[in-house]
């Protein structure tokens, strides 16, 4: 129950993109963890930039598409930059798309 | 910081400047201030001031604005500043222009306009430099530095400003009508080179390497382009107000600011280069591109340098160089900067607020870049044009090609416009609901 709960708050987050990059914060490999307590989620997530205004607007989409899904009574979201991001976390299947060269 | 604050305020001096920048190419087109004429004419004065101080500086006060909090991932040191900045700059600015014009015959006598106009420029650069100074000097790391050196020339340019100014008005005694005399390079230098050139190096580095995902240039290597900026304009100020205060020749001490700057642009020639090698995103969108081009006048106007001090004609040629500098180089690299600004923080207004609500947008799909392009190259093609009629020595053909840059430049405020006010977002992802339409000129949120 729990990881399909999981399961159905990452795939809500897909609606998420990153601005610049144009790919949701799933494939783009921002969402370093999902837990859930009951209905109760906890996301931690990063961005490309600390200090860059998208972060903001990240997490606060993060939120609202997390507390969007049906059996979530709370959702809790937290930005952190340890470990930084790198383009080793972006899904294989979109890389070509954001024409990533193949050596790359 | 996690996250920073839109800057409320940034679209405003964006407009200013644009509206500055579309003046200057008006005088250009009707041959008033003609840059190869005298450096202190009073024409060329206006022209050069409505250019450096209207246009790039405007711009690049609003620019970092947003970009100082990204660069040191801290909150700006205070966003009440930044109005009341840009009204003083602008009214410092007419000011002062007014007083060129009465020192030109083409406005009645008024010699108290030239020290009112740089009492206000000082006020408007002092809130400038104390909000993003303050704001720097808490993390001053990368490129912040690049930032911090560049407020510090900034901090030179308008003292001799000011100085000018109050000797012009004749208020500034036998010291000041020196400095007055013989401190017009260091002030030109201090400006272009240390304030424009440096800071628009610093913020490049972050914005390119952040748009194209390539990995930041190592910190001991651009220090090292940072030192020779540096030392560059330290030697032109320093040495350069040494030789005044001492009646010395200046040709030694901008000869040395010559080489220590010519090293910079190589250094920051390789730096740029890195970036683009090591750049994870292949395509290159127009900014990008376009940003290549401000990169390639840079590279040239080094050439150009060297080749007219070579043949000992820099100072018939003076003109032809500093708009070779100002217009494809900085105003080349702002015009793609800006381009790409607008779209990225008209994206952050508009759909920032939806997002996890509704479907959204990418940036890109804000801008048409194939329309664009055009008009961006109608610009740099003009600019070169001008360059080359310049050195020609042709009047009538520099006023056709400062025609040609209007065309170019009014193509992309056109373009500017639509990103602003979504007109090229397809209509089902325009303004979902929740939404709220941004106005043209500042930031709702």
């Given amino acids: ?15 998420v993109i990153d601005p610049e990059l144009g790919e949701n914060i799933v494939d783009l490999g921002f969402i370093y963890d999902i837990a859930a307590a009951g209905g109760a989620v906890r996301i931690k997530m990063t961005a490309t930039t600390p200090g860059c205004p998208a972060t903001s607007f990240l997490r606060e989409g993060a939120q609202a598409a997390a507390s969007a899904v049906p059996g979530v009574v709370s959702a809790d979201v937290a930005m952190t930059f340890e470990p930084a991001w790198t383009h080793d976390l972006i899904a294989p299947s979109i890389r070509a798309s954001l024409g990533f060269a193949a050596v790359n | 910081m996690i996250g920073g604050n839109m800057s409320r305020w940034t679209m405003t001096y964006f407009a200013a400047a644009l509206t500055w920048l579309l003046a200057a190419l008006a005088l250009m087109a009707a041959g008033i201030g003609h840059p190869a004429t005298d450096l202190a004419a009073p024409d060329t004065l206006v022209l050069v001031h409505v250019i450096c101080i209207g246009w790039l500086s405007t711009a690049m006060c609003g620019a970092l604005f947003q970009f100082v909090p990204v660069l040191v991932a801290r909150p700006l040191f205070s966003e009440r500043l930044t109005l009341p900045a840009l009204g003083l700059l602008t009214a410092g600015l007419i000011a002062l222009l007014a007083g060129f014009m009465a020192l030109g015959g083409r406005l009645p006598s008024g010699p108290w306009l030239l020290p009112l106009g740089a009492v206000l420029l000082v006020a408007g650069f002092g809130l400038v430099i104390l909000d993003l100074g303050l704001t720097a000097w808490l993390r001053p790391t990368g490129p912040a530095r690049f930032v911090l050196v560049g407020l510090a020339s900034l901090c030179a340019t308008v003292t001799f ?6 000797a012009l008005a004749g208020w500034a005694g036998p010291v000041g009508d020196a400095v007055l005399a013989r401190g017009i390079p260091l002030h030109a230098i201090a400006g272009l080179g240390g304030w424009l050139t440096l800071t628009a190096m610093g913020v490049s580095y972050r914005l390119l390497s952040m748009f194209m995902l390539a990995p930041d240039v190592e910190d001991r290597q651009s220090r090292l382009t940072l030192a020779a900026g540096g030392l560059a304009v330290a030697a032109t100020v320093g040495g350069g107000a040494f030789a005044v205060g001492v009646a010395m020749r200046l040709n030694a001490v901008l ?11 190589a250094l920051y020639g390789r730096d740029l280069a890195g970036i683009f090698r090591n750049r994870k995103r292949r395509e290159l969108e127009l900014n990008m591109r376009m940003a290549i081009l401000s990169f390639a006048s ?21 003109g032809a160089f500093a708009f070779l500098t100002v217009f494809g180089w900085l105003s080349g690299l702002v015009l793609a900067k800006l381009y790409k600004i607008v779209a990225f923080l008209t994206w952050l207004e508009t759909y920032g607020p939806v997002m996890g609500r509704a479907a959204t947008p ?18 740099y093609l003009a600019v070169w044009a001008g360059t080359l009629a310049l050195l020609a020595g042709e009047p009538s053909a520099f006023r056709i090609a400062a025609a040609a840059m209007t065309v170019g430049v009014f193509g992309i405020i056109h373009e500017i416009i639509r990103i602003r006010r979504l007109e090229d977002v397809a209509s089902p992802l325009r303004l979902p609901a929740g939404a709220v339409a941004p106005h043209l000129l500042f930031a709702k949120t």
Avoid: N
Wanted: positive net charge; hydrophobic residues 60%; proline residues 1%.
């Fill in chain 2, 161 to 166: 400003g000011a100085v000018f100014a109050f």
């Fill in chain 2, 298 to 318: 840079l590279a040239g106007t080094a050439v150009l340098g060297i080749a007219l001090v070579s043949i000992g004609t820099l100072p018939l040629h003076l």
């Fill in chain 2, 362 to 379: 990418r940036v890109q799909d804000l801008a048409a870049e194939q329309r664009a392009t055009k008009w961006f190259a109608i610009y």
């Fill in chain 2, 255 to 265: 000869s040395v600011a010559a080489l220590l700057g010519l090293t910079c642009a």
């Fill in chain 1, 1 to 15: 129950m729990t990881d399909q709960l999981v399961e159905r708050v990452r795939e809500a987050l897909r609606v």
